[in-house]
């Protein structure tokens, strides 16, 4: 790729994605009912950076016209936020007043301001009472995953334009229910998939809500359902074994092939479920299933793009916990590392997603639907005027992947967009404040406070002339 200035297309918007768990803080009021992230702050705040739990948020149920002004000032043109399942419904699972007024207020602040706002439904945030039930492991919560999905649809389905269902919805499966990582911190591969297969069925059945209706007119005609996951392109060393390639087909297969194919075909990829069953993983398919998952197909995709998945063969067909394991870590010795987040710094990936893409689903529109770069407390370095100086790493960070992108379009990718993961600080899960993305300062020490960093002046340029240099 050449280093040269890139343009990309008039056409191409720029945004912002942000999610309500991690800016709407507030979540003891307005009938909000607990989610896992609160469970988990309630039961042990030690697990957050510096003790800061989910009720932090960013401020923004107070600060939302503030935060879409800065947004449109920056040239962004639209914005991703989801809706709290925990917030909009309550434990009987009809809508509660207040948190449906809350977000027609934040919608209606989004447009007043200019900026569209996109919408999810889901984002790692299952309501406590829920999880009780047998989360996503439970047919039960599949339903009512459905039924929030359609009074969603329903109550602003003549609003909203633009709908997704799930935020990367391999995480969960992976973070709460393999890796031990998150609450309730499980080790169950087995399990993990039963949460895979769950959210698939949920994804489906409120894709063919949204269809019902909008052909009832009760969702707008021109509105589009999309789902968004963190397609991330696995890699292998060079001259690979063939132990290694197997490894890259299952890592693709269980994190994107599974959602590629359910939302282009409405169908799982064959070739991931036989090497589950041959290593005795059996999904807890029900007839009618097929049916209900061929409802799945979108009309469009996001894709949260951070770092490249590299893999190889594993040492060891099972681990300790008696799961089958399919894949380890590969590193590459040429990787460039952001070492605040321990995440590889690869901007070609969104490339070669492209290319991805181009081969093997052709028809589908897409947007870069997060990309960021999170550094510990910004190296804390500032200017006289008190802002951050973020530009020499954030600028570049930014500025590689959108030319990757701009080198996609020219040969044919439909990509029609790209959202800023975090433009103003926010809460990240258990990183809490830890590690800043913003091109807006948020300080906690004086009221969630918004201070535009250095970086604001670049994206605002590059947003607003389709330049990238
Ligand atoms: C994505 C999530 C976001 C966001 C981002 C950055 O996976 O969709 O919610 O948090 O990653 O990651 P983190 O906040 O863990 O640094």
Redesign the pocket.
């Given at each position: 790729m050449s280093t040269m200035q890139a343009t990309l297309p008039d056409d191409f918007f720029f945004g912002a994605?942000?999610?309500g768990?991690?800016t709407e803080g507030a979540w003891q009021s307005g009938g909000k009912l607990e989610n896992l992230w609160d469970r988990w702050s309630n039961l042990d705040l030690s697990a957050f950076h510096n003790r800061v739990g989910s009720y932090a948020g960013n401020d923004m149920t107070r600060k939302a016209a503030e935060d879409f002004e800065t947004f449109a000032s920056l040239g962004f043109s639209s914005a991703r936020t989801s809706i709290q399942w925990s917030r909009l419904m309550d434990a009987n699972g009809k809508v509660n007043p207040e948190g449906a007024a809350y977000y027609h207020r934040l919608f209606a602040a989004a447009r007043e301001a200019g900026v569209e706002p996109f919408v999810n439904l889901y984002?790692?945030d299952l309501p406590a009472y829920l999880f009780d039930r047998g989360g996503w492991e439970s047919r039960e919560v599949v339903e009512a995953y459905a039924a929030y999905a359609t009074a969603a649809f329903t109550e602003f389905g003549s609003e909203i334009e633009h709908w997704f269902t799930f935020?990367?919805p391999i995480?969960e499966p992976e973070m709460r229910y393999e890796h031990g990582a998150w609450y309730p911190f499980l080790t169950d591969f087995a399990r993990a998939r039963t949460v895979q297969y769950g959210i698939s069925l949920a994804h489906a059945l409120a894709v063919n809500s949204f269809r019902d209706l909008q052909a009832r007119g009760v969702v707008r005609p021109d509105a589009q359902i999309g789902l968004?996951n963190?397609f991330t392109p696995p890699y292998t060393k060079e001259n690979p074994s063939p132990a290694d390639l197997e490894a890259v087909r299952m890592t693709d297969g269980l994190c994107n092939r599974w959602w590629l194919d359910l939302v282009t075909k409405g169908t799982l990829p064959q070739d991931v479920i036989d090497t589950l069953a041959e290593r005795g993983v059996e999904l807890p398919t029900r007839p009618g299933d097929a049916e209900i998952l061929a409802q799945g197909k979108v009309d469009w995709l996001g894709f949260?793009y951070?770092h490249p998945a590299r893999v190889q063969a594993p040492e060891h067909g099972t681990d300790e916990h008696g799961n089958p394991v399919f894949a380890r870590e590969y590193v590459w010795p040429d990787a460039v590392m952001n070492e605040s987040?321990g995440?590889e710094i690869y901007p070609k990936g969104i490339y070669d997603f492209a290319k991805t893409m181009q081969r093997d689903y052709p028809d589908l529109e897409w947007f870069v639907s997060?990309n960021?770069i999170?550094i510990e407390e910004d190296r804390a370095e500032r200017d006289d005027a008190g802002r951050i100086m973020d530009a020499s790493y954030r600028v570049p960070f930014v500025r590689d992947h959108l030319r990757w992108i701009a080198q996609a379009i020219e040969e044919g990718a439909k990509c029609r967009g790209y959202h800023y993961?975090?433009a103003i600080d926010?809460?990240?899960?258990?990183?809490a404040y830890?590690?800043r993305?913003g091109f807006v300062e948020v300080d906690l020490a004086h009221d969630y406070r918004r201070l535009p960093k250095q970086s604001s002046d670049w994206i605002r340029q590059v947003a607003k002339t389709h330049i990238v240099d």
């Open positions: 994605a942000l999610s768990p991690q984002h790692f935020n990367e995480v968004i963190c949260n951070y987040r995440w997060e960021g999170g993961w975090g926010c809460w990240s899960w258990n990183n830890k590690n993305y």
